[in-house]
């Protein structure tokens, strides 16, 4: 998924609810806003145009390097549109931010930023840790946004207790796919705003419990199982 400050601009002036991004860690500690776990040759192409020689965790690359590569559509996929000049560059969190604060000064809004947490030590060890993620990112808000007009989201559960530790009044989104944790144990554990599930979690059931508690509902897909 590609991350454009066009796109993000649009929004802004669309006047929507919220924008939701995907954050990762780099090498050096920058957040950056990034979809995928790796840099791949299919989607991203040096300053010369060609692909990048291997595939690369985002958390082994300094953010920049990874600034210095463009965000390519494969030229193998021929119904997708090819990207603007703004849409080839991966952006930091802080360089949204900035963006964003620009945009609804323009546009007199105030734009809710609901951040996912990405996390990928779960399989590699070496990924930076939770704690480490959500100090960072944290402090991004921080120096450059408004607490008040942020969300965390994450489908990792040590990602939103390490946010519970380091900011408990911080409003959290609950992601789940194909969880086994039932809506009760997620609101005694998070106190979340948000349960998005995905639609294979998706019950009229689990709706009104979590209308029950108190918890909003992102539905994801309109497909409902009755049970």
């Known amino acids: 998924d ?21 954050v990762q860690l780099t090498r050096d500690g920058q957040v950056a806003v990034y979809h995928d776990f790796e840099i791949t040759p299919e989607w991203c192409r040096d300053k010369l145009g060609n692909p990048v020689a291997a595939s690369l965790p985002l958390w082994e690359m300094d953010l920049e390097s990874l600034q ?10 021929a119904n997708k549109r090819p990207l603007s000049e703004a849409e080839k560059k991966i952006p930091s969190l802080a360089e ?45 808000i921080r120096e450059h946004w408004d607490m008040k007009k942020t969300r965390i989201r994450s489908f990792d559960f040590s990602v939103l207790d390490e946010v519970r530790n380091q900011v408990p009044e911080l409003p959290l989104a609950v992601l789940t796919y194909q969880s086994r944790v039932s809506i009760s144990e997620i609101y005694q554990r998070f106190k979340p705003e948000v349960w998005a599930p995905h639609y294979r979690d998706l019950s009229l059931e689990k709706m009104a419990q979590a209308k029950d508690v108190g918890m909003a509902v992102d539905r994801k897909s309109t497909r409902l199982n009755s049970s």
């Open 68 to 77: 210095s590569l463009e965000i390519r559509v494969d030229r193998r996929l």
């Open 2 to 22: 590609v991350c454009s400050s066009d796109l993000f601009r649009r929004a802004v002036e669309l006047k929507v609810d919220s924008i939701e991004l995907d």
């Open 96 to 140: 949204v931010f900035q963006a964003i604060k620009k945009w609804d000064s323009e546009f007199s809004t105030s734009t809710l930023m609901d951040i996912e947490i990405k996390r990928e030590d779960l399989i590699e060890k070496k990924a930076p840790s939770a704690r480490v993620m959500v100090s960072q990112v944290i402090s991004e």
